[in-house]
């Protein structure tokens, strides 16, 4: 769906968790916002396609860890579908593997649970435009939570991979990884927002990445950023 036609709509969000407190402190949450509508409520990653396949969200709020099928494989589910809703990762750790994985997977970003609600209700609002929510302090953490036994090999997978790229493409990628803005690139490379956007949807084309997210981490991977 266009960002043009979801402008016009409310947005449609399907919240999965397993703890009841959570479900129903997020419900309340969206139920503040006057442009967001919770469609379905599920306890589990299991009956995520079943609530996706009936109510059309545009963003799912997805737990992590969950007791039969949990968030990561909930989320590559649902990235496999032809025309998926953004998964917005819910966790209470801010460097857990887990949510490395669930973002290379496809989803949009990921939020603490103790996150003030407004900016939860910001970020929902920023997924279902097509916006990444991950800040680069988050990135550089969750990067450096990968085991280091396959660094090298992983390294040199994403530079072959980003050596599809031609120079101005590969600039704005690093810049990305360094997560600014398409604004802060547009300054940085002398180039028009647009310009930056054009750049952004060719870079995730050749990839074959959904999002922002998987190409910081992608830059990441290659080391052409550096942590810390």
Same mark, same amino acid.
């Given at each position: 769906?266009?960002?043009?036609?979801?402008?016009?709509?409310?947005?449609g969000v399907v919240i999965v968790d397993d703890?009841?407190?959570v479900r129903v402190g997020l419900v309340m949450?969206?139920?503040?916002?006057?442009?967001?509508?919770?469609?379905?409520e599920a306890e589990d990653g299991g009956r995520?396609?079943?609530?996706?396949?009936?109510?059309?969200?545009?963003?799912?709020?997805? @737990?992590? #860890?969950?007791?039969?099928?949990? &968030?990561?494989? %909930?989320?590559?589910?649902? +990235?496999? $579908? !032809?025309?998926?809703?953004?998964?917005?990762?819910?966790?209470?750790?801010?460097?857990?593997?887990?949510?490395?994985?669930?973002?290379?997977?496809?989803?949009?970003?990921?939020?603490?649970?103790?996150?003030?609600?407004?900016?939860?209700?910001?970020?929902?609002?920023?997924?279902?435009?097509?916006?990444?929510?991950?800040?680069?302090?988050?990135?550089?953490?969750?990067?450096?939570?990968?085991?280091?036994?396959?660094? @090298?090999? #992983?390294?040199?997978?994403?530079? &072959?991979?980003? %050596?599809?790229?031609?120079? +101005?493409? $590969? !600039?704005?990628?690093?810049?990305?990884?360094?997560?600014?803005?398409?604004?802060?690139?547009?300054?940085?490379?002398?180039?028009?927002?647009?310009?930056?956007?054009?750049?952004?949807?060719?870079?995730?084309?050749?990839?074959?990445?959904?999002?922002?997210?998987?190409?910081?981490?992608?830059?990441?991977?290659?080391?052409?950023?550096?942590?810390?």
């Amino acid at each position: 769906m266009s960002e043009a036609q979801r402008d016009h709509r409310d947005i449609g969000v399907v919240i999965v968790d397993d703890d009841a407190l959570v479900r129903v402190g997020l419900v309340m949450m969206m139920g503040g916002a006057p442009d967001i509508k919770v469609l379905a409520e599920a306890e589990d990653g299991g009956r995520v396609l079943d609530l996706v396949e009936r109510y059309s969200p545009d963003v799912v709020l997805m @737990d992590i #860890r969950m007791p039969t099928v949990d &968030g990561l494989t %909930a989320t590559e589910r649902l +990235r496999a $579908l !032809e025309d998926p809703p953004e998964v917005l990762v819910l966790t209470t750790f801010d460097a857990d593997e887990h949510v490395l994985r669930a973002l290379r997977a496809g989803a949009a970003g990921f939020l603490l649970k103790d996150t003030p609600p407004a900016e939860i209700v910001e970020s929902v609002r920023q997924v279902a435009r097509g916006m990444s929510v991950l800040s680069p302090t988050v990135t550089r953490r969750l990067v450096e939570r990968v085991g280091d036994s396959d660094a @090298d090999a #992983r390294a040199d997978r994403a530079r &072959g991979r980003l %050596a599809g790229l031609n120079a +101005r493409e $590969l !600039e704005v990628a690093v810049a990305v990884g360094q997560g600014r803005s398409n604004a802060d690139i547009a300054a940085s490379l002398f180039l028009s927002v647009p310009t930056v956007k054009t750049h952004v949807s060719s870079i995730l084309t050749k990839l074959g990445l959904n999002n922002r997210v998987q190409v910081a981490l992608l830059v990441h991977d290659a080391r052409l950023v550096q942590d810390g």
